[in-house]
């Protein structure tokens, strides 16, 4: 029997797949209740607040007085989907369908490593063991769909450039975010052909809900009337603050459980202005970076949205999936000088779980255990963060690229192993 399993050579992607059905399995078996996930019930916004919407959405108009609806137009198409299955309950067909979403990501990622020079397979890795990790709130939550798309969106983006931007554009009218995959797109034709992609999809997106269903943009007012919650950056002072007296509460407000106190708005708008910061930086080093490789655009893809993910008002668990997934895509190039961010990363991910569902009381009360969760959690995404500007940065940016600031992987290498096809790729100047 060795012998014959010793024969029976698996392959890595054998062993990927194998991996993924198992731990997807075990995700299918926790959000249908037929194991109990520890702590919080999971499946809560999609048996309650996305059927609820669904039942508006229905009706053909959007959820103009319902607070908890702070997304773009295009999500009503995500939630009013599982209506296609009516043989199944709506929150079992949302289940089935997210796991559908899984399974793309997965394949497209399977096929690069295929299609690819060299065939690597850390991306697919990074997927599945970074899912894992994440836990069956990959499930529970309808950010899978769109890092699908945002996943197939950022593959297609340097060989066609036209398909990325439509994809990225139909992303962000799903959850915004994917519109971030453009930042790192090389100068030139690529970009025109991408950026104007992508804004011709959104506006057709836009227009077409807008004069199909009233009230399309109200999300823009609820996103804007957020405060702090409880698993942001900015909490981790109020979670602290609490045990020298600060009398602030958590509870539900604008769909999380947000703190409500003295100095929650001054820090919810410093978060704000950390946002606006990354981007200024991110426009700085659009302008600056002159040494793009092939893995750039993937690199800068991740910066941008995690920096945005850190500085948020909000860092739902959720979050985590699209920086499993766009952290997946720059595993694909051996160029891709954001490894440690994405290990970091990575970290971050297995103690957000942690921290939601199963510890969550303890972050709602500040005690000690989700204060060490937490700190530690935020600590990693920062950590990740400064660690993927400084290596983006000193591999694309002419003087210091030039010293190889970033330790061990010099910036002007990938460059010089670029295929003829590939240099036309990236340096397409139009």
């Given at each position: 029997m060795?012998q014959?399993v010793t ?5 890595g992607r ?7 059905v198992?731990?997807r399995?075990?995700f299918l078996?926790f ?12 499946a809560h916004?999609v048996?309650s ?9 229905s009706?053909?108009?959007?959820p103009?007085?319902d607070?908890?609806w ?30 559908l979403?899984?399974a793309?990501i997965l ?8 299609v690819?020079?060299?065939g ?14 994440l ?5 529970a939550?309808y950010?899978v ?10 593959l297609l ?10 994809l ?10 994917p ?15 991408s950026w104007i992609?992508?804004a ?12 199909a269903?009233?009230?399309s943009l ?8 957020r405060?702090?919650e409880?698993?942001s950056?900015?909490?981790t002072?109020?979670h602290i603050a ?5 009398h602030g509460?958590?509870?539900m407000h604008y ?7 003295p100095?929650?708005?001054l820090?919810s708008?410093a ?5 606006l910061?990354?981007f ?5 080093w659009?302008?600056?970076?002159r ?13 941008a949205?995690?920096?945005f ?8 668990p ?7 997934g766009?952290g997946a895509?720059?595993m ?11 290990a970091l990363?990575?970290?971050a991910?297995?103690f957000?779980t ?6 969550f009381?303890?972050?709602?009360h ?6 060490a969760?937490?700190?530690?959690r935020?600590?990693l995404?920062?950590?990740a963060?400064?660690?993927?500007c400084?290596r983006?940065w000193?591999a ?11 330790e ?9 192993v ?5 240099r036309?790729g ?5």
């Amino acid at each position: 029997m060795i012998q014959i399993v010793t024969n029976t050579h698996i392959s890595g992607r054998g062993w990927a797949v194998l991996t993924w059905v198992v731990t997807r399995a075990a995700f299918l078996l926790f959000v249908f209740e037929l194991i109990h996930f520890p702590g919080q019930y999971i499946a809560h916004d999609v048996s309650s607040v996305y059927h609820r919407w669904y039942g508006v959405l229905s009706t053909g108009r959007f959820p103009l007085h319902d607070v908890t609806w702070q997304y773009p137009p295009g999500a009503a198409l995500v939630i009013l989907a599982p209506g296609l299955l009516p043989f199944l309950s709506y929150t079992a067909a949302f289940f089935w369908l997210a796991f559908l979403a899984d399974a793309v990501i997965l394949a497209v990622l399977l096929r690069d490593s295929r299609v690819r020079r060299g065939g690597r397979m850390a991306g697919v890795w990074v997927w599945v063991g970074g899912g894992a990790l994440l836990g069956p709130i990959i499930y529970a939550r309808y950010d899978v769909m769109v890092t699908a798309v945002a996943v197939a969106g950022l593959l297609l983006l340097p060989r066609r450039p036209k398909a990325g931007g439509v994809l990225a554009g139909v992303g962000a009218m799903l959850k915004v975010w994917p519109l971030l995959l453009l930042i790192g797109t090389p100068r030139g034709r690529t970009t025109r052909r991408s950026w104007i992609s992508a804004a011709v999809t959104m506006a057709v997106i836009a227009l077409a809900f807008h004069l199909a269903m009233p009230g399309s943009l109200s999300f823009l007012t609820f996103q804007r009337d957020r405060g702090t919650e409880v698993e942001s950056l900015g909490a981790t002072v109020f979670h602290i603050a609490r045990h020298f007296g600060w009398h602030g509460t958590a509870r539900m407000h604008y769909g999380s459980v947000e703190f409500i106190g003295p100095h929650v708005h001054l820090v919810s708008t410093a978060a704000m202005v950390l946002s606006l910061l990354a981007f200024a930086w991110l426009l700085l080093w659009r302008v600056r970076a002159r040494s793009y490789s092939v893995a750039t655009p993937f690199d800068a893809a991740f910066t941008a949205v995690l920096v945005f993910t850190t500085t948020s008002r909000v860092i739902s668990p959720q979050y985590m999936v699209w920086l499993v997934g766009i952290g997946a895509v720059c595993m694909t190039l051996r160029e891709s000088v954001v490894r440690r961010p994405v290990a970091l990363m990575l970290g971050a991910t297995l103690f957000t779980t942690l921290e939601f569902p199963i510890f969550f009381e303890d972050i709602a009360h500040s005690d000690k255990l989700g204060v060490a969760l937490i700190v530690t959690r935020n600590g990693l995404l920062v950590l990740a963060s400064l660690s993927a500007c400084r290596r983006l940065w000193a591999a694309t940016v002419p003087r210091r690229a030039a010293r190889g600031a970033v330790e061990g992987e010099p910036a002007d290498a990938p460059a010089a192993v670029l295929t003829r096809a590939e240099r036309v790729g990236v340096h397409d100047k139009g």
